[in-house]
């Protein structure tokens, strides 16, 4: 069975305190891995889509890398506005679905 | 660009009625897909519709069901309301193919 497991549940920082988020995934034939960030009481916000292994891409203080077992969302010096809940999906499968696989997500919070 | 629309954004219904939601997409999507977000479940499937086209369905029981017009704008029922139907119901839509949703804000359902 498809799944996607992030960690870690729940991540504090300080302002400019670098990290990372953890996705990883167990599917038969990714398609693609997103990245969603959420506000309380939106819609995901999509922030980065991956293909392929050892693909990278970045906007702003974020970064997301792939390997064929993982992800990661590297956090460069947070502001107290990248606060919120951070999703991971993949795509999975054969067919022409667009169906997205949901990770239960990283709530993170800096802290000023 | 205008984004996704759904509406209501809020709604309040008691055990044993029915409601309907509707998800406007991005002008030019034609795919459109539900997702049921709960604290305890996080993000899940419920189904996508592509040119009036059910393509996918969810793990979900009969009660769910959903339609797509001519224009793309999609609809989801639920009958029988239940509690633990009490959720963010959100639709994310794309262009066609495997290619990147994007979310609208969602319409938080409590059902009493």
């Known amino acids: 069975e498809d799944q996607v497991t992030q960690s870690p549940e729940a991540l504090r920082l300080q302002e400019g305190e670098s990290s990372s988020l953890n996705c990883s995934y167990t599917v038969s034939g990714l398609r693609g891995l997103f990245w969603y960030r959420q506000d309380p009481g939106k819609g995901p916000e999509f922030l980065f889509t991956l293909y392929s292994a050892g693909e990278e891409k970045e906007k702003e203080r974020l970064k997301a890398t792939l390997t064929k077992k993982e992800s990661f969302l590297h956090i460069t010096a947070p502001k107290p506005e990248d606060s919120a809940t951070y999703l991971c999906a993949v795509q999975a499968g054969g067919g022409a679905t667009n169906k997205l696989i949901f990770g239960t997500g990283t709530l993170l919070a800096v802290q000023p | 660009k205008a984004g996704v629309t759904q509406t209501p954004r809020y709604l309040i219904k008691t055990r044993g009625q029915q409601v309907t939601l509707s998800c406007s997409p991005i002008s030019g999507h034609r795919s459109v897909s539900w997702y049921q977000q709960t604290p305890g479940q996080g993000l899940q499937f419920l189904f996508e519709y592509f040119s009036e086209t059910q393509r996918n369905k969810g793990n979900f029981p009969g009660r769910f069901s959903g339609r797509q017009f001519s224009n793309s704008r999609s609809e989801m029922n639920v009958s029988t309301l239940e509690l633990g139907d009490s959720a963010l119901y959100l639709c994310?839509?794309?262009?066609?193919?495997?290619?990147?949703?994007?979310f609208g804000p969602g319409t938080r359902l409590l059902v009493l």
């Open positions: 994310a839509t794309s262009m066609s193919g495997q290619e990147t949703q994007y």
